[in-house]
C-alpha cells in the first residue's frame, strides 16, 4: 500500500459526533487526498493537500474538514457525522513517475454512521 | 454529473478469454487515464495508464486503447484468469491530478 497507512480500519459512530480518521505516510510525498468510495460512484474526491497546511477541496467537500501539520499525516474530519457519510473512505499518495503523478491508495476506513 | 462513464457494470468472462471493460470521459483537459484493479477489503491498486500522445499501451497481458478523438478509452485483458476476478475502474485527470474522476466501477468475474 506504498507506505500509506489508515487508523482506524473500521469504526461505527452515531450520528452527530465528530470523528477523525488519520493517514500516514513514511516516504514524504508532497501531495496526499481523501476519498470516498460509494457503490455505483466509483471514487470520489474529498479534499487534498500539496503541502504542510497547504489544502484544497475536491469533488465532495461538503461536511468534511482537513489538516496537515506534518508531511507525514494527513487527518480527515467529520464535524457532525451523518448517515449520508457511511462510506469507506481512502487517502492516497501521489508519486511522480517520468512525466505521470501517480496515485497510489491506502488499506481504507470503513465508517459506518447509525 | 458523471464526467468519467463505465461500461459494463459487471462482466463474467472464461478463463483464458478476453476481459474488455469500456470508459468514456467529457472534460478534454485530461490527459492522464489511469485503470486500478481493487480486490474486496483492500485499496484499488495502480494497474496501467496511459497518456493521450499514444493510441495503445501494453504491460504484460493489459492494454489500454485510448480514443481522443471518441473521448474513449478502454482495459483489454488478455487470457483472463480467476486470479483476475476483481473490481475495475477507470480514472481520468489533469495534469497534478488533483481532480481525478473515477468510473463507476466495473466487477469482473473470470470462471475457471
Known amino acids: 500500500d506504498a507506505g500509506i497507512t489508515q487508523s482506524p480500519r473500521h469504526k461505527v459512530t452515531e450520528t452527530g459526533t465528530p470523528v477523525t480518521l488519520r493517514c500516514h505516510q513514511t516516504e514524504n510525498h508532497r501531495y496526499m487526498y481523501w476519498y470516498r468510495q460509494d457503490p455505483g460512484h466509483g471514487l470520489r474526491l474529498i479534499h487534498y493537500s500539496y503541502g504542510v497546511k497547504d489544502t484544497d477541496k475536491g469533488e465532495v467537500s461538503d461536511g468534511y474538514s482537513v489538516s496537515r501539520s506534518k508531511t507525514e499525516d494527513f487527518l480527515l474530519t467529520l464535524e457532525s457525522a451523518t448517515s449520508s457519510q457511511t462510506s469507506v473512505y481512502f487517502c492516497?499518495?501521489?508519486?511522480?513517475?517520468?512525466?505521470?503523478?501517480?496515485?497510489?491508495f491506502g488499506p481504507g476506513t470503513r465508517l459506518t454512521v447509525l | 454529473q458523471q464526467q468519467v462513464k463505465q461500461s459494463p457494470q459487471s462482466l463474467i468472462v472464461q478463463k483464458g478469454g478476453i476481459s474488455i471493460i469500456n470508459c468514456a470521459y467529457e472534460n478534454t483537459a485530461f490527459d492522464y487515464f489511469p485503470w486500478y484493479q481493487q480486490f474486496p477489503g483492500k485499496g484499488p491498486a495502480l494497474l496501467i495508464a496511459?497518456?493521450?500522445?499514444?493510441s495503445e499501451k501494453k504491460e504484460g497481458r493489459f492494454t489500454i486503447s485510448f480514443n481522443k478523438s471518441a473521448k474513449q478509452f478502454s482495459l483489454h485483458i488478455m487470457d483472463s484468469q480467476p486470479g483476475d476476478s476483481a473490481t475495475y475502474f477507470c480514472?481520468?485527470?489533469?495534469?497534478?491530478?488533483?481532480?481525478?474522476?473515477f468510473g463507476a466501477g466495473t466487477r469482473l468475474t473470470v470462471k475457471p
Open positions: 492516497a499518495i501521489s508519486v511522480t513517475s517520468g512525466s505521470l503523478h501517480e496515485q497510489f
Open positions: 480514472a481520468a485527470g489533469g495534469y497534478n491530478n488533483n481532480d481525478m474522476r
Open positions: 496511459i497518456r493521450p500522445d499514444v
